[in-house]
């Protein structure tokens, strides 16, 4: 008992020091092939660690869910990451909770990032909130499918991450086969929804027509916004995880001899080269505009749909 | 022949997958890139044919010919034409539909479970090696087909048909691995003349009319 719940300290650290650096490559890459120097790898530990020490101010007609969102937020992501084992060697409560639960675990923590939005009034936190929304309920049922596929896909019968992960290093390099690129297709085009990346919303801009999570936590500041942004990067590590750890499973199954230490560098590895191809599409790709984001969701869907079909409708 | 099946696979799915990219898709630009890519891997299909021959049977197939005429031509040569028909039309943006896109995806997807259907009634391609990717190229057909018919500019009607002739190839290398040179060599040069003379009319339609919407076309200007 004491030994698993070490491990899942072990988990949280190890999520909650990756997690800023992840923005930090994908800003890296996007300025050095803009031929800017850019900011530091490390430059989001540096804004957290400021904006934690800061002050705050609260508009005195927001209620106390603005105060309770922020903390609500990141609980519901950290709590999310039991869910989601980083290293097969790390304990996870998988027979507990699944992915359905992480999934919507993940749409709570969204519930009351909206609500926070609403609650101030401001009129540009109201646009964030049901823009968010719109696109949350848009891309939803791609990742429900995408993971149903993939619980059935990998012999586990099961859509707790663990089994998935064991059934993935089972079939090895059978991972490359239709039913996966297919899934890896609509799981980019869901990545990219979920963590207000480029084509769907500008991470870096505070543009007011077009954006959608950065008008939502436009009212916040000081510790306050540093929960927002950590739970934010925690969100975009949990899809990374997922994508890395099906659709790369190598070093997925529990070898002792290894120890702890391997694992997790192969970990890193494997979220780096997602996080690459992640900042490579959103350099490459133009925002597009708010009616054009069904579109997007439209194809994410059916190349998840398709996926599903391809391996249990159109095999047999 | 059966070893290759899995890496077909794949590419085909890689093709079907860009098709897709490109009905989601209304910017022109973005239409010859997908073009490109899919062209690309229509190249590697016959690229991996040739390398299996030089291989296997030592010997220089003419399917090599057919992998420098598509990279030559259909990644090369045609995007960079498109692309400047583009610029001279100065015409970005798809704007109007017949269908807007994210039911065209749907129907799409419709098409590719409607070739599942009728590729699953013919015994002679369920022998484990046609099967499985004639799903997938057989629906690059259908889904150039309606690429076509729902849009309403000409670069776009252009690039439908370029899809389609894609799929019709890959359909048939996927089928025969590697057809005679002179049958390749007709479609190929059909498609060429075809995207010329399709060019030309491009430019012809936008001088005339000041616009490339084809369903305009109906007016009498005299």
């Not at chain 2, 044919?49 to 030592?58: D, M, W």
């Not at chain 2, 009728?118 to 057909?141: A, H």
């Not at chain 2, 001088?207 to 005299?222: A, P, Q, S, V, Y």
């Amino acid at each position: 008992m004491l030994n698993r719940f070490i491990d899942l300290v072990l988990q949280i650290v190890l999520v909650l020091l990756v997690a800023p650096l992840v923005n930090g490559i994908i800003r890296k890459i996007k300025s050095t092939i803009q031929h800017r120097k850019g900011a530091p790898v490390l430059q989001l530990y540096f804004d957290l660690i400021k904006l934690f020490k800061k002050n705050m101010v609260i508009s005195q007609h927001s209620s106390w869910i603005f105060i309770a969102a922020p903390y609500i937020y990141f609980i519901t992501v950290i709590t999310a990451f039991i869910f989601v084992p980083v290293v097969p060697q790390l304990f996870s409560f998988g027979f507990i909770g699944d992915a359905i639960l992480v999934v919507y675990l993940l749409a709570l923590g969204r519930f009351f990032l909206t609500l926070s939005g609403l609650d101030t009034g401001s009129t540009f936190g109201g646009m964030g909130s049901s823009r968010e929304m719109m696109i949350s309920s848009l891309i939803e049922p791609s990742l429900i499918i995408t993971i149903f596929t993939l619980g059935l896909s990998s012999k586990a019968g099961s859509t707790a991450f663990q089994a998935i992960y064991e059934g993935n290093a089972k079939l090895g390099i059978g991972v490359i086969s239709p039913i996966y690129l297919l899934l890896l297709a609509a799981m980019f085009i869901i990545i990219i929804a979920e963590t207000a990346r480029i084509p769907v919303d500008d991470p870096s801009t505070h543009l007011e027509l077009t954006m959608v999570h950065e008008a939502m936590i436009l009212e916040y500041s000081g510790r306050y916004l540093a929960l927002m942004e950590y739970g934010a990067s925690l969100k975009q590590l949990i899809l990374i995880t997922i994508t890395a750890n099906v659709f790369l499973p190598f070093g997925n199954s529990v070898i002792p001899e290894l120890g702890l230490v391997f694992p997790i560098l192969i970990y890193l590895a494997k979220v780096i080269v997602i996080t690459v191809i992640i900042a490579i599409i959103e350099i490459n790709t133009v925002k597009l505009r708010l009616f054009s984001v069904p579109n997007l969701a439209a194809l994410a869907f059916i190349l998840a749909l398709l996926g599903f079909m391809s391996g249990f409708v159109f095999g047999r | 022949m059966d070893k290759l099946a899995p890496l077909l696979n794949i590419f085909s799915v890689g093709i079907l997958i860009s098709t897709f990219s490109l009905v989601a898709s209304k910017r022109i630009m973005s239409y010859i890139k997908a073009f490109r890519i899919q062209s690309l891997i229509l190249a590697a299909v016959a690229a991996i044919f040739s390398i299996y021959y030089l291989v296997e049977e030592n010997r220089l197939e003419g399917i090599f010919i057919i992998f420098l005429l598509t990279v030559v031509f259909k990644v090369i040569y045609i995007p960079s034409m498109l692309k400047r028909i583009s610029v001279r039309v100065e015409y970005k943006v798809e704007k109007d539909f017949f269908i807007n896109i994210p039911i065209s995806i749907i129907i799409c997807c419709g098409l590719v479970i409607l070739t599942w259907y009728v590729v699953s009634k013919i015994p002679e391609l369920n022998n484990g090696y046609n099967g499985s990717f004639m799903v997938q190229s057989v629906s690059v057909i259908l889904i150039g087909l309606f690429f076509m018919i729902s849009r309403k500019k000409a670069i776009g009607q252009i690039i439908g048909f370029l899809v389609l002739e894609n799929g019709t190839f890959l359909t048939a290398i996927l089928l025969t691995s590697g057809m005679p040179m002179i049958v390749e060599f007709g479609i190929f040069f059909d498609l060429l003349t075809a995207v010329l003379i399709m060019g030309i009319f491009v430019f012809r339609i936008n001088e005339t009319f000041e616009h490339i919407d084809l369903n305009k076309l109906r007016n009498l200007r005299g």
